[in-house]
């Protein structure tokens, strides 16, 4: 179970990145106060200013109380990217942008250098072979495909 910290970062860092957009960030954030009895005051603070900019709501989401386990908000996006990756393999070259937006929003040493690494590979590689510069599109999906696959088990919220 994903505590309401880790579930708060996973949004704001989604929101960040492109996963989310802010209707699901206030989404969750509105059933969220529905269902608890204790809710956290950046929560209220986030519905309150509906209207705020993408980057103010994930100002106001890094408030919520508690400490996070940033490997695995990090793995559970990921896992999430993978998700949506397996329902439509046309849109890998956004995934590949989206995972390399994630590695310049997180600490480093939250990923493993090698996993940073491919990531980056992943991403160039898109942007050569959508350039027509280097290699195919539909190389670099088999290989995003191959790095994702392993994460598709952290794929819940």
Do not use: P
């Amino acid at each position: 179970m994903v505590c309401l910290k880790d579930r708060a970062e996973i949004y704001r860092l989604g929101l960040i990145v492109g996963l989310f957009c802010k209707s699901d960030v206030l989404n969750w954030v509105d059933t969220t106060i529905e269902s608890e009895s204790n809710v956290d005051y950046a929560l209220i603070e986030v519905s309150l200013n509906s209207s705020k900019n993408n980057e103010d709501v994930a100002c106001i989401l890094k408030n919520v109380r508690g400490k996070s386990d940033s490997k695995t908000v990090a793995n559970i996006i990921i896992g999430l990217l993978a998700q949506k990756f397996d329902e439509n393999h046309d849109i890998g070259s956004e995934i590949a942008s989206i995972l390399k937006r994630l590695t310049q929003n997180i600490d480093s040493g939250v990923l493993e250098s090698e996993v940073m690494s491919k990531i980056n590979n992943i991403d160039d590689g898109f942007y050569l072979a959508e350039q027509n510069i280097y290699g195919y599109v539909k190389d670099m999906i088999s290989e995003l495909n191959d790095f994702l696959k392993d994460y598709t088990k952290y794929a819940e919220l």
